[in-house]
């Protein structure tokens, strides 16, 4: 079990890491209120229509985060909603003051 919860605390910095490749981009589009973080561990457009780069930019580092969890899970016998529950409350809790995030009812919530 310590294992896994070490294992599983270091997702959101491996969750990161295929982020950090696009991060000027999901940076600002998280910054001007574009995207935000989901309670499952990937990225959610916020506004109604984005721009094609934008969904292009979600869908980049959802398919991103989504191999990592997947990897976690299978090393660690994790189910995989259980991976993705753990990376999104850990981005959430670091999600600086004003860019949104997505509440157990489906609603974009600003930190």
Request: glycine residues 8%; positive net charge.
């Amino acid at each position: 079990m310590r294992v896994l919860k070490i294992l599983l605390l270091g997702i959101a910095v491996i969750a990161a890491a295929p982020a950090a490749l696009a991060q000027p981009s999901l940076a600002e589009a998280k910054t001007q209120g574009l995207v935000g973080e989901r309670l499952d561990g990937l990225t959610g457009i916020v506004t109604g229509e984005p721009s094609p780069a934008i969904r292009q930019l979600v869908e980049r580092v959802n398919e991103q985060r989504l191999a990592e969890y997947r990897r976690v899970a299978q090393e660690t016998d994790a189910p995989l909603p259980a991976v993705q529950a753990r990376a999104g409350r850990q981005i959430i809790q670091r999600l600086p003051k004003g860019q949104y995030f997505m509440d157990a009812a489906g609603r974009w919530r600003q930190r």
